[in-house]
């Protein structure tokens, strides 16, 4: 069974950053970021493939980047400029199949880590 652990979450001002960080015990296909606010169903935000392949949701685009290790071990998140309704609790996932933002495409999943935005 793959392990996945998130850790970097928080709480910043209005157009602040923060980095999550998530590492598997075994790297996927496609590793990727999904985010789930209270009362809302959860979301693809980023992922990234084996080859480098990068995936973003259009209302992170530009501001969000997506990274991992040569390993594929280690995935980074860096959030820039961000909003209010960034907040959410953010998973990271492992998906051993074709890669996107689909959750149904990810296997292994995190317990998710907490980002909260406001002033």
């Known amino acids: 069974q793959v392990q996945v652990v998130e850790s970097g979450g928080g709480s910043v001002q209005p157009g602040g950053s923060l980095t999550l960080t998530c590492i598997v015990s075994k790297p996927g296909n496609c590793m990727g970021w999904f985010r789930q606010a209270p009362g809302a169903e959860r979301e693809g935000v980023a992922s990234i493939s084996s080859g480098g392949s990068r995936y973003f949701v259009e209302f992170v685009r530009g501001r969000f980047t997506i990274s991992k290790d040569n390993a594929g071990t280690t995935l980074i998140l860096q959030m820039n400029k961000l909003r209010p309704e960034d907040s959410a609790l953010y998973y990271c996932?492992?998906?051993?199949?074709?890669?996107?933002?689909?959750?149904?495409?990810?296997?292994?999943w995190g317990q998710g880590t907490q980002v909260t935005v406001g002033s």
């Open positions: 996932a492992a998906g051993f199949g074709r890669c996107g933002l689909r959750e149904r495409d990810f296997t292994a």
